[in-house]
């Protein structure tokens, strides 16, 4: 039976059918009738099949490693945090939760810790995500609210991306506004990004900014606005602070942007000339120490022009999450309440209170991410449960959070893995079924609530998240967690946002408190008695006291530099999510890019000394990480990028936040994560590796990073110093002699290669420069026998197609490069007849764009 339901990655929020296949997996496509995507999935969406397999599987709890029945599990969380709060106080305990968790889970953790716990110490991953945003918003609008609709982004006359990867982290949302483009070219599309990323191959126009310096670019717009009279007369009235912004603009300059005059120039005039603007931002905005200030200058410049709430027009923060926007409607904040309501407001508390029937209200803001783990550290958090998230990799100084975690007194925490970097570090394990095994509702970046329905049966005894922290609040003692079912608490959520609605606040969802929750369809908020979806501000009424918008003076700032370092920048892949713990699965997900790497410019490697493949050391204050040097002109000089998504599963040292400091906005608490002061230099290896194995192997050497492929993975490696005996390391690592050796010790060269009946166990090719080798043709290797396999590539007839690019059909560069030789192929529609690349998602057009555009064959290796 083909269930109807939502992907669990990105804030797009596309509908998804899914059919169990009968064999535990589920076959994919997108669901033609959700307005998100209308049919269209990218390929992470597309291979949500190949993720839902229970290898890996936590099946049962688990107490100090030791499988514990549930009722043990919870008993034993119920007594750690009582304890904790009878002898230290409500503030002792925290939850560390996240914009990944279903509205109903986040609604319980809320209830129980703000209600009843009596304690705001509940933040959650979106503080690392849309804080900022969310700060930024509340200061402008008086609510946390998102005004427009992704149609806006169709009927716009100017679409402006800043700090957005579109392409690559919202695919289907670009898709749609390359669609629209295509249908009406005169729309025009702007990407402002120090890095030239795969959303610049299909901008009109790509700003380089200066890192950090977008809250001087929207400044100097406002000045450009106000001096070029495109302010909004009718709309000024609805608006308080223009003049105070506009003399803090002033301080602004042309220079600090970083740009050439023209192009500068050039994008003011089109901003200003162009009514139908829709601005788009994402965590190249929030995520910096001037976040919150930054997003206020974008929506300065639509609210002195009026540019909000009308069709085609508005400032546009896509939240990453799939339910980032869920999130925020509950609470889940540390300094929010329910329902867009204040925590600090007496008379929003009380409506709460009495509507939990709560005994110990929370009265003050909780711990931010940061603080919270500062918290842990120095002991003032006894008890912490962390669900959803994986704060041992993605929180800034990461290695200092994992100590601050391996610490605590009690950490409990919930996740689908036995294994990731976080779940190591806990006391009790509790095993949570996953997106395809559980039913709820997510919201995506236009507001739109999704029901999320079950496919499949969650293995082994694995429960909801909403499950375990209703059990646990009724174990603590507490009344009004006895839900039978998901669709119970929705409703109840439903019906506190009339309350809520009744306040005065713009979340209202209340008409869908006794609506049938299985039968739910697609359905942007509000959805109460006043207002029914669609847009947020055009009328000019604002959630704020006397009903205006403000407009925030920012004094912007530059982000602060040393001298003798670089500005490492960080952020997403095309092909994985986070800590890659789903994506990482799927062979074809992790072939696009296999490694953890540092994208840097060849002037700053010829400096630094850095060899093109080989490895590069990056130290900040508060640690270091081992990446793979990857030479790009895509990245400006000073400014290298590297992903987020390697963990202590995946490499031996690629944990990115590992170097980033807890430097964080002072409005929002959203730390910086894309402006870290590092210093680069070679890693002086003396081997490379590269094997593939069937085995479940971690080597014992100073750098791995390992990957999915097809019956196994792949792992590069490298070290300091080279082992004595190729053939005993072989032994070690995949418990048996080679029965294929290859040796050449003048060029440090050793090949060697384990078979028996079920075919290939494992090969391994050591060199003393980075390995040579075809990927594309040896990740198969486990699965394709090949009794050459030691020459490392394929035979004379079968040509090498190079790096995967086209992730559906498996389409390597080379084999692109070669048809576009061949054939004379002028555009991306043309690769697409001749190959089939591009054809299905979509996600690696701009890719391919990029290669017709430079026609530069991009490495193979
Ligand atoms: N494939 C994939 N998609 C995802 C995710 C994923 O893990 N993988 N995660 C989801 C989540 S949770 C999120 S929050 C979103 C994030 O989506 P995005 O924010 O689009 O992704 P990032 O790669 O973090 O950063 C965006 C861009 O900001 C740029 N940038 C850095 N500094 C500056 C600056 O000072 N100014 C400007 N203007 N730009 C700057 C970076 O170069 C980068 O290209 O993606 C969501 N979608
Ligand atoms: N340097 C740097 N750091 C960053 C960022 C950046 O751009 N740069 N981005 C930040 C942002 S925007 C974000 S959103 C965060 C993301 O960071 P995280 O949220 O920490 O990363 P994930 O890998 O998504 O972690 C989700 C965890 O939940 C588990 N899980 C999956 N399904 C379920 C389920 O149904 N229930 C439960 N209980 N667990 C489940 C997964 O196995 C995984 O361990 O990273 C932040 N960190
Ligand atoms: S764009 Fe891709 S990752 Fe995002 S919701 Fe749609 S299918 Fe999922
Ligand atoms: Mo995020």
Redesign the pocket.
């Known amino acids: 039976m083909t269930v109807r339901t939502t992907c669990p ?3 797009v929020g596309c509908g998804v059918l899914a059919s169990p296949d009968g064999q535990g997996g589920l076959t994919i496509k997108g669901d033609p009738d959700h307005p998100a995507n209308r049919g269209r999935l990218c390929v ?1 969406g597309a291979a949500l099949g190949e993720t839902v397999s229970t290898a890996g599987r936590l099946l049962t709890p688990r107490i100090h490693g030791a499988k514990a029945s549930w009722s043990t599990a919870l008993d034993f969380i119920a007594d750690r945090f009582t304890d904790a709060v009878t002898q230290h106080g409500p503030d002792s305990v925290a939850l560390y939760v996240s ?1 990944q968790l279903l509205t109903e889970d986040y609604y319980v953790a809320n209830k129980l810790m703000k209600g009843f716990i009596g304690s705001a110490n509940i933040d959650t991953n979106s503080r690392l ?1 849309m804080a900022s945003s969310v700060a930024g918003h509340r200061r402008a609008f008086g609510t946390d609210t998102v005004p427009g609709l992704y149609e806006d982004l169709e009927l716009a006359d100017l679409v402006v991306l ?5 392409a ?3 695919p289907v949302l670009h898709q749609r506004l390359l669609a629209a483009r295509a249908a009406r070219p005169q729309m025009k599309i702007v990407v ?4 030239r ?1 795969a959303t610049c191959e299909d901008a009109d126009l790509h700003l380089p ?1 200066a ?4 809250g001087h670019l929207f400044n100097l717009l406002l000045c450009h606005l106000h001096d070029t009279a495109r302010t909004s007369a009718a709309f000024l009235p609805h608006v308080t602070g223009f003049d105070a912004a506009l003399t803090a603009a002033r301080a602004s300059r042309p220079e600090d942007t970083g740009l050439p005059p023209d192009p500068l120039r050039h994008f003011l005039d089109l901003w200003a000339q162009t009514e139908k603007t829709v601005t788009v931002y ?4 929030n ?2 120490d001037s976040g919150t200030d930054k997003v206020n200058a974008i929506l300065n410049c639509h609210l002195a022009t009026g540019r909000i709430g009308r069709p085609g027009m508005g400032p546009f923060s ?1 939240t ?2 799939p339910n ?1 926007m869920g999130g925020r409607e509950v609470g889940g904040l540390a300094n929010m309440l329910a329902c867009h309501l204040e925590l600090e407001n007496p008379a929003h508390r009380a409506a709460v209170g009495a509507f939990w029937n709560a005994p110990r209200m929370a009265s003050r803001p909780g711990l931010k991410a940061v603080d919270m783990f500062r918290a842990v550290e120095d002991g003032r958090i006894k008890a912490l449960w962390i669900i959803h998230t994986n704060p041992a990799v993605t929180m800034p100084e990461a290695d200092r959070v994992s100590r601050a975690i391996a610490a605590c007194d009690f950490v409990s925490v919930s996740d689908i893995r036995a294994d990731t970097d976080t779940a190591r570090l806990a006391h009790v394990l509790l095993p949570s079924a996953a997106w395809g095994e559980k039913d709820g509702t997510v919201t995506n970046s236009e507001r739109m609530i999704s029901r999320q329905r079950a496919a499949l049966t969650a293995p082994g005894q694995a429960q909801p998240d909403w499950w375990q922290i209703a059990q646990v609040a009724q174990r603590m003692g507490f009344q009004g967690f006895d839900w039978a079912s998901p669709g119970q608490i929705f409703a109840e959520h439903a019906a506190l946002s009339g309350i809520a609605g009744g306040l005065g606040s713009d979340f209202d969802i209340s008409d869908l408190a006794s609506h049938d929750y299985d039968a739910l369809s697609p359905v942007l908020w509000p959805q109460g008695p006043t207002q029914r979806g669609g847009r947020f501000f055009g009328s000019g009424r604002f959630h704020t006291p006397d009903g205006r918008a403000r407009l925030v003076p920012v004094a912007a700032a530059l982000p602060a530099r040393r001298p003798d370092r670089l500005t490492l ?10 800590t890659m713990t789903r994506t990482g699965l799927s062979p074809r997900l992790s072939r696009h890019l296999a490694e953890p790497y540092l994208e840097i410019h060849p002037e700053d490697m010829a400096r630094l000394g850095l060899m093109p493949a080989g490895l590069v050391e990056a130290k900040t204050d508060a640690g270091c990480a081992i990446l793979r040097v990857l030479p790009s002109d895509a990245v400006a000089i000073g400014h290298p ?1 590297a992903p987020i ?1 390697w963990s202590g599963q995946t490499s031996s040292a690629g944990r990115i936040d590992a170097l980033v400091e807890a430097r964080t906005d002072p409005v929002s608490g959203q730390p910086a994560s ?2 870290m002061q590092v210093e680069l230099r070679p890693f002086a290896a003396s081997w490379f590796g590269y094997c593939v194995t069937r085995r479940d192997v971690v080597p014992d050497c100073d750098y791995w990073a390992s990957a999915a492929i097809p019956g196994g993975r792949q792992i590069e490696m490298a070290g300091a110093a080279i082992p004595t005996d190729w053939s005993a390391r072989f032994r070690n690592w995949f418990g048996a002699t080679p029965d294929m050796t290859l040796v050449d010790p003048a060029r440090g060269l050793f090949r060697a290669a384990l078979s028996d009946e079920g075919g290939l166990v494992a090969a391994l090719f050591v060199s003393d420069q980075p390995v040579r080798l075809s990927r594309a043709h040896l990740g198969d290797s486990l699965t394709r026998p090949d009794p050459a396999i030691l020459a490392g590539h394929p035979g004379e007839t079968t040509p090498d197609q190079g790096a995967i690019l086209c992730a559906c059909f498996e389409i390597g560069v080379n084999t692109i490069m070669r048809a576009i030789a061949r054939e004379g192929l002028q555009n991306v529609e043309a690769i697409g007849v001749a190959l089939g690349a591009g054809t299905n998602c979509g996600s690696c057009r701009p890719e391919l764009r990029a290669l017709l555009a430079r026609s530069l064959p991009v490495a193979a290796e």
Request: proline share 4%.
């Open positions: 990655y990105c804030g992470k914009g995500c800043t700090g957005s990867n579109l690559w982290c919202h402002i990004d120090p890095r990323t900014l890192p950090g310096a977008d994402s965590q190249g905005i995520q910096s896509v990453g999450q980032a920048n960080t952020g997403r892949t095309r092909d994985q999510w986070h990028f998504h894309k402006s």
